[in-house]
């Protein structure tokens, strides 16, 4: 009896230390939820893109230079995209107005035959201050924004995925928007 103990406190010793040594390393060469085995992280550029924000009369554009990063060799819908994103987040001289609701959001720019189809949230209306000059600015703002980037050269206006008669009630949203020079503050 008393061998049978010994032996079966051996094999139960054997197993603990195996258990227990075993434990550190085991699944640590197994990739890990979310990971992606060999896979670099992308390479960023820093693009100067040209932003235009409104006046403080509501009269004029003013150019303001802003560097992004961006992944490199992104696509220009994705450039365009980014882009907005910053249109959207203002401007950074204090002199000068937003012309788009902080609240609205880019859902996707698409680029075909030079015309750039950007689809906001329905925030850029619903939470739009309004007015001619107001509505005026926030286009012109996008227009001549994108159609800086070579490959734009109209910009078609899209609320959740859908064409509007108008943003604010004053300006036909129906037609692509074309790059307004006028308007600009030399």
């Not at 220009?76 to 012309?99: C, F, H, Q, R, W």
């Not at 075909?112 to 509505?135: I, M, N, P, R």
Request: with cysteine; aromatic share 4%.
């Amino acid at each position: 009896m008393k061998k049978k103990s010994l032996v079966l406190l051996m094999v139960l010793c054997l197993l603990a230390a195996t258990a227990l040594t075993g434990c550190d390393s085991w699944g640590n060469n197994k990739p890990k939820q979310g990971d992606q085995p060999n896979k670099q992280e992308p390479k960023v550029a820093t693009v100067e893109v040209v932003l235009y924000f409104s006046d403080d009369q509501a009269q004029y554009l003013v150019p303001e230079k802003r560097n992004i990063s961006i992944e490199q060799g992104a696509s220009d819908e994705v450039l365009a995209a980014s882009i907005i994103e910053e249109l959207i987040a203002g401007p950074k001289n204090k002199e000068l107005y937003a012309t788009i609701p902080a609240e609205a959001k880019i859902l996707s720019v698409k680029i075909k035959d030079g015309v750039a189809s950007t689809d906001f949230s329905e925030e850029l209306q619903s939470k739009h201050w309004g007015g001619s000059a107001g509505e005026g600015m926030t286009l012109n703002s996008i227009a001549n924004t994108l159609t800086e980037l070579d490959s734009i050269d109209k910009v078609q206006l899209l609320i959740e995925g859908k064409k509007v008669e108008s943003l604010a009630g004053h300006a036909d949203t129906t037609v692509p928007l074309e790059r307004n020079e006028t308007i600009i503050k030399k």
